[in-house]
T-cell receptor, first 110, second 112 residues
Framework: GQNIDQPTEMTATEGAIVQINCTYQTSGFNGLFWYQQHAGEAPTFLSYNVLDGLEEKGRFSSFLSRSKGYSYLLLKELQMKDSASYLCAVLYTGGFKTIFGAGTRLFVKA | GAGVSQSPSNKVTEKGKDVELRCDPISGHTALYWYRQSLGQGLEFLIYFQGNSAPDKSGLPSDRFSAERTGGSVSTLTIQRTQQEDSAVYLC??????????FGPGTRLTVT
């Protein structure tokens, strides 16, 4: 199957930490992307995980568990500019086909 | 360097008309992707091209949709006999590897 599930919306406070979860039920899994998309703009790349574990890039970290079909994006020290949609996407083996989840809209409040 | 460009940025068309959307990938990128994004939704995979291989058309929603990529560079997505449900933002992306995609600004299509 190609079900990729993530929460529709989340709200967090400036300066706090937020975790956005993504689960997938898919065979042929190769890797998992996280993208950020501000309203009216194109998605921009945040991370790509292939191996299990946590990868940290500044205020953003991404975690993958292949056996559990689970990933999360962790945003620390939230800023107002982090208000955006966060898209989880799965890359299939054997090619370049990438399937996106519906996205999580994050609202950061003061 | 130049990123992915798409034209037109906005297109308004009448139901039943055909439209062509253009994508210019980053120079040298061998892979090119088309996605559709309806308002407030995630990206829906349509098709991708990789080098000289046959394109993966598995995401095209109907036979009214087609795409071609000439000379391994520019791509055109054609929608025939447009319907109101085709209204969306059409995004193009390109890449050298499978673990990266660079997106263009999109074409907003409105079918009236």
């Amino acid at each position: 199957g190609q079900n990729i599930d993530q929460p529709t919306e989340m709200t967090a406070t400036e300066g706090a930490i937020v975790q956005i979860n993504c689960t997938y039920q898919t065979s042929g899994f190769n890797g998992l992307f996280w993208y950020q998309q501000h309203a009216g703009e194109a998605p921009t790349f945040l991370s790509y995980n292939v191996l299990d574990g946590l990868e940290e890039k500044g205020r953003f970290s991404s975690f993958l568990s292949r056996s559990k079909g689970y990933s999360y994006l962790l945003l620390k020290e939230l800023q107002m500019k982090d208000s955006a949609s966060y898209l989880c996407a799965v890359l299939y083996t054997g090619g370049f086909k990438t399937i996106f989840g519906a996205g999580t809209r994050l609202f950061v409040k003061a | 360097g130049a990123g992915v460009s798409q034209s037109p940025s906005n297109k308004v068309t009448e139901k039943g008309k055909d439209v062509e959307l253009r994508c210019d990938p980053i120079s040298g990128h061998t892979a090119l992707y088309w996605y559709r994004q309806s308002l407030g939704q995630g990206l829906e995979f349509l098709i991708y091209f990789q080098g000289n291989s046959a394109p993966d058309k598995s995401g095209l929603p109907s036979d009214r949709f087609s795409a071609e990529r000439t000379g391994g560079s520019v791509s055109t997505l054609t929608i025939q006999r447009t319907q109101q449900e085709d209204s969306a933002v059409y995004l193009c992306a390109s890449s050298l590897r499978a673990d990266e995609q660079y997106f263009g600004p999109g074409t907003r299509l409105t079918v009236t």
